[in-house]
């Protein structure tokens, strides 16, 4: 039996959280339940959210104390899904995001099949434009070559990059993790999401985590949502800041030590955070 939560994660911007929840109300999707997490908003978030949602029962808004991050998030929210509404796939949405298709789950589960692990679809930017497809190195000299441009980056030192086939194999390709479909097939091997990160590089590691569990990852480009990128990003946190060069860098590490464990230490990690 197919029963589907969304999680959606807010961080001090309850405006667009709003907007994405009554998106999806507004459509006949077959959904048990809309979890919010609110990740440790320092504002009236919380109260806003918890109160405009007090009636509606297939609404449940949870409070963390502090901001954990992307991936502890919406670890906090697929755990506290699971256990109210015992469901089996979990969509993961970016508070900036608009639910605009009456037939998308419809279209994420006609994607479906034993093995697949994630599933997403293609989303539309407010200029009209689809977000780019990403792939990420998978062997290690590719792997190495990327560390090394990130920290020449980082440090504002010339890396004369050239990509090419000579980089090896690739895992991938995934859009912004603005919408990840989680499958029953991903739960029956990981609990969550890699969640030694804040920001940053979660799709990296998740195709990492796939390719190691043997599973896929499969886009569905006849289904759309829109995507209003870095809303629901804080401002210190973009494009060109230190702070996201410095998030970048120390995702590279957790590239390297994804890559490099073996897939049942991983699991202790994301499973029962144990090592």
Wanted: aromatic content about 12%; proline content about 2%; some cysteine.
């Amino acid at each position: 039996m197919q029963r589907t939560a969304i999680v959606i994660l807010n961080y001090e911007a309850y405006q667009e959280t709003e907007t994405c929840i009554d998106s999806i109300l507004g459509k006949r999707l077959d959904v048990t339940g809309i979890l919010v997490v609110d990740n440790g908003s320092k504002n009236d978030s919380y109260q806003h959210l918890k109160q405009k949602y007090e009636k509606n029962t297939q609404i449940k808004v949870i409070k963390s104390h502090k901001n954990l991050g992307f991936a502890k998030g919406n670890n906090l929210g697929i755990k506290v899904a699971k256990a109210i509404w015992k469901v089996n796939f979990i969509l993961l949405l970016n508070s900036d995001t608009i639910m605009i298709e009456e037939d998308y789950l419809e279209k994420l589960f006609c994607a479906y099949e034993k093995g697949v692990g994630v599933i997403q679809t293609s989303a539309l930017r407010l200029n009209g434009r689809y977000t780019q497809k990403n792939y990420g190195n998978y062997q290690l000299y590719g792997l190495l070559l990327d560390t090394i441009k990130e920290w020449c980056f980082y440090h504002n030192i010339y890396f004369p990059d050239k990509p090419g086939k000579w980089r090896g194999k690739k895992v991938g390709p995934w859009i912004s993790g603005c919408d990840i479909f989680l499958t029953e097939d991903y739960f029956k091997v990981f609990q969550g999401l890699y969640p030694l990160t804040f920001l940053y590089g979660e799709e990296y590691l998740l195709a990492i985590m796939l390719k190691k569990a043997k599973l896929e990852w499969k886009l569905v480009e006849n289904a759309h949502i829109v995507h209003a990128e870095s809303r629901s990003t804080p401002d210190n946190f973009k494009e060109g800041t230190r702070k996201k060069q410095n998030m970048m860098l120390k995702t590279k590490r957790h590239i390297w030590l994804v890559k490099l464990l073996p897939l049942k230490r991983l699991q202790g990690i994301i499973n029962y955070g144990k090592w």
